[in-house]
């Protein structure tokens, strides 16, 4: 046994049928957090082994007793899941099974108040999944106004990031914003609460948490890292919550498997390419309405699967890496 779970992760049977586990096989889960995909994976299959990727301490931390439970079944590295081909390398794995990828902020890190994710509970504004680099008090502090309103605008799709980073300006010229309950009531004095939908700093937050961690490329550079470590046959799970991420894990799956749209500004047409992956099943897989009444964080949930073919590895993909940051064209647009 492995142990009981904090919690379930969102499509954890789709995830696993995704990834077809198989006995003696090797997989990566790329998003540890609190451990849900890994224990499931080691669960699985006789023999299975795995090589858990987080770049946040206190997870690894906390997984330090599912490793001793699995007597050498279950590697634990600090690292960003956008090494994870050099990652696994290390741990002597140079090809895998399969991989799965979780992405976002965990519930753990939500849950912590002094981790500065949520406006939930008043914290300080940080938002550092490694709990290194800049902060996002730096972020509110040092960015002009014009590259809040980029942040805010591309990485929060809030129609307001102008006003937001009008406010922020303004506010931060008069004291320090440090706490989350501080930007909070800031964003919330120029966003509009609407009836029955989300707190008015939902999207800011957001923003800036993607901003601080670069989110958005270590997804692409993680996708063209898995492209590399997988073995023929190889299958990857990726979940998505937002319109951002899933887009970028898209494009990059119907580019890599030959189904990008021709003339798509995004993703042009490679015919040339031999095809390195195949798409599994219908795309993207949401989570049924039992699932997102038990766990309303499934709601937005989108799984997307494929398998490695047989070519070789291409050169990272500029079109999909472009979709991972700041469009200059948008630029005091708003």
Known sequence: MTGQPRHIPVLLPEVLAGLAVRAGGVYLDGT????????????????VRVVAVDRDPTALA???ALVEANAGRLVLAEGEF???????????????????????????????????????????????????????????????????????????EERRARQVARAI?????????????????????????EPGGIHPATRTFQALRIAVNDELGELARALHAAERALKPGGRLAVVTFHSLEDRIVKAFLARRSGRAPAGSRHAPATAADAPTFALVGRQPVAAGDAETRANPRARSAKLRVAE?????????DGPIMAMAGLPEARRGRR
Do not use: N, W
């Not at 540890?32 to 006789?46: K, Q």
């Not at 506010?171 to 930007?183: F, N």
């Open 169 to 193: 300006a303004r506010a931060r010229a008069e004291a320090p914003i440090a706490t989350t309950k501080r930007l909070a009531e800031i964003v919330a004095s120029v966003v509009r609460a």
């Open 308 to 316: 490695r073919t047989g070519a070789p590895p291409r050169a990272d």
């Open 62 to 64: 906390a997984g330090q």
């Open 82 to 156: 956008s090494a994870l081909d050099t990652i696994a390398a290390d741990a002597g794995f140079p090809l895998l099974d399969g991989i799965t990828l979780d992405i976002g902020v965990s519930s753990m890190q939500l849950d912590e108040a002094e981790r500065g994710f949520s406006f939930r509970a008043d914290g300080p504004l940080d938002m550092r999944m490694g709990q290194s680099g800049r902060s996002a008090a730096d972020i509110v502090a040092e960015a002009d106004e014009s590259e809040l309103a980029d942040i805010v605008f591309h990485y929060g």
């Open 32 to 47: 540890f957090g609190a451990g849900g995909y890994t224990r499931a994976i080691l669960d699985a299959a006789a023999d």
